[in-house]
């Protein structure tokens, strides 16, 4: 629940920038908008606030959805290039490698054939 709240807080932070302007395109006497285009404001980010929360969530946390981490410039674990290094975290059907004690990334071309022969396999669905 406090998550909740903080979200929705940090979505009134943007009322800020929102209701000048709904005040520039409902063309309002002042650049800063009115007290209605303030309410008006803070009820459309409380609106989005609440319905964000939940598809934030669903994307961020869902096990449907594939979780890779990336390091800029890292060393691919199978062809030994320096490069942008991805490893898959998570994925449907089960692949979970978010504590693995020894990580391993790989560069886009490894990353590729790895992917390819986990789905070979079956352990991610795609």
Not at 5 to 24: G, H, K, M, N
Not at 99 to 109: A, F, I, L, S
Request: with cysteine; net charge positive.
């Amino acid at each position: 629940m406090l998550k909740f709240i903080l979200y929705l807080f940090r979505w009134q932070l943007s009322t800020l920038t929102l209701a000048p302007a709904v005040a520039f395109f409902k063309h309002s006497p002042s650049i800063w908008g009115t007290k209605e285009d303030w309410i008006a404001a803070a009820v459309a980010n409380l609106i989005g606030g609440c319905i964000f929360f939940w598809v934030d969530r669903f994307i961020f946390k869902s096990k449907l959805i594939e979780k890779w981490e990336i390091i800029q410039k890292g060393k691919c674990f199978d062809c030994g290039k320096t490069e942008l290094v991805k490893r898959l975290v998570l994925a449907p059907g089960g692949y979970d490698r978010t504590n693995d004690k020894k990580p391993q990334y790989r560069c886009q071309e490894c990353s590729q054939k790895k992917l390819k022969k986990l789905i070979i396999n079956k352990r991610i669905q795609m």
